[in-house]
């Protein structure tokens, strides 16, 4: 265990898809927590919950909202799939996953700012539906080698905890000083970096394929 724990940590001290991604999963950790944790709150206080095909009350409607950001989810899963399969496969898909940021943080942005239901949930069910986490996950299983990929991937996870764990309290002391909206739109500006380090992973490993079994 302490073999695999000093391969997986050498894995991160490198340059490269893996210390990158190290530094990627802590920001958007920050940013997903705030968000997480407050939309619920946003949706009660301000916008009332309305009466449609006989459902009422808040218990019903947050079950539509899930089930329906669900299948926007899936649908948008299988339609990208087939449209664009040679994107969400590439060896390497830093200029997908930068704009998939980017939309992610429009969407916070959009959902902190509406002043109507639906479109402040649409906005959500986009940034649910843009999710980099499994095109990340196949990225970077095709850049570790098997001796330090449960490990590394194990890293990155505990990076990602490591951003809601410290990003979340400051945000949500925000949140109580000025207002949700306020700490949203500072959660959707700590995803800005995360497209700039996309990018610029990109335009260095693009084209330059490494061996299966080498961690780069």
């Known amino acids: 265990m302490a073999s695999v724990l000093q391969t997986g940590l050498a894995a991160a001290r490198r340059r490269g898809v ?15 927590e705030v968000f997480d944790r407050l939309w619920t709150a946003r949706v009660v206080d301000i916008f009332p919950m309305p009466t449609l095909f006989g459902v009422q009350g808040q218990a019903a409607w947050f079950t539509v909202f899930a089930l329906v950001g669900a299948l926007i989810a899936l649908a948008t899963s299988l339609i990208t799939n087939r449209i664009a399969p040679d994107r969400v496969n590439a060896l390497h898909p830093a200029k997908l996953l930068a704009l998939v940021t980017l939309i992610q943080g429009a969407d916070i942005t959009g959902f902190a700012l509406s002043g109507s239901l639906w479109p402040a949930l649409l906005a959500m069910w986009v940034r649910k539906s843009a999710h980099a986490y499994p095109v990340q996950a196949a990225w970077l299983n095709r850049n570790v080698g098997s001796h330090a990929r449960a490990t590394t991937i194990s890293l990155t996870s505990q990076a990602d905890a490591f ?8 945000l949500g002391a925000l949140a109580g000083r000025t207002s949700i909206p306020t700490a949203m739109v500072a959660a959707a500006a700590i995803l800005t970096p995360v497209a700039l380090i996309y990018a610029r992973l990109g335009s260095r490993t693009i084209g330059r394929p490494r061996p299966a079994d080498e961690v780069t």
């Open 18 to 32: 893996v210390r990158s991604f190290m530094v990627i999963a802590v920001l958007p950790g920050i940013s997903s």
């Open 163 to 170: 951003g809601q764990v410290v990003g979340g309290p400051p």
